[in-house]
């Protein structure tokens, strides 16, 4: 994470020039957060996180020529060091599922009070999941309504061993001769299983439970 004056540094993303500005606006005025840019949809999100490297990327999903979970992909997809926290108005399974499933850090709605969406950067400067209540009822309530044992199957071990080697999706189904969708419902199982919401904390739980050694 970056330190001295600059605080955490953040990338905000988002179609509506008014939201951004008042993101760009409450983050400045804490003192804690520095802001980098600004991106209007996915494409230039990911061409500023390359050239500006900032520790947390606010992240909307909605967006004209490029949204949100293809954006949060691609930056998976190169190992960036930024965190994605997406921040948006839509908390349906549509929308949370794929977005986590990308590799988000953490997910938080538009209307969460100030305090709590600076906690989130925080949190995911740190690389700590933050979900908003609401996404994270949705969420348990799909891990239960599914059922699954606790303990991953083989095919879900090897999943998530190539996950710790930090491969993507798609190399993944190429690996293992499998569609990237199939990953993607291994991947949502394994979450569910050991209770996390990303990538980095399935892989953090799988060590420390000693599935992966």
Do not use: C, W
Request: overall charge neutral; glycine content about 8%.
């Amino acid at each position: 994470m970056s330190s001295g004056q600059q605080g955490i540094t953040v990338l905000i993303v988002d179609d509506h020039p008014v939201v951004r500005d008042g993101l760009r606006g409450m983050l400045a005025a804490s003192g804690e957060f520095t802001v980098l840019g600004e991106a209007g949809d996915g494409r230039e999100a990911v061409a500023l996180v390359a050239r500006l490297d900032p520790d947390v990327v606010l992240m909307d999903l909605r967006m004209p020529r490029g949204g949100g979970v293809d954006a949060i992909a691609e930056l998976s997809s190169r190992q960036v060091r930024s965190r994605v926290l997406v921040l948006t108005t839509y908390d349906t399974d549509a929308d949370t599922i794929p977005a986590i499933e990308a590799g988000a850090t953490g997910y938080l709605l538009k209307d969460a009070p100030r305090d709590e969406l600076f906690a989130a950067v925080r949190a995911a400067a740190e690389g700590r999941t933050v979900l908003s209540p609401v996404v994270a009822s949705r969420l348990m309530s799909r891990v239960r309504g599914a059922d699954t044992p606790r303990s991953l199957s083989s095919r879900e071990r090897e999943v998530l061993a190539l996950v710790a080697k930090g491969t993507s999706n798609r190399e993944i189904a190429r690996v293992l001769f499998i569609s990237e969708a199939t990953v993607k419902t291994h991947l949502t199982h394994v979450f569910g299983k050991l209770e996390v919401s990303d990538r980095a904390a399935a892989v953090a739980a799988a060590y420390e439970r000693g599935i992966l050694g």
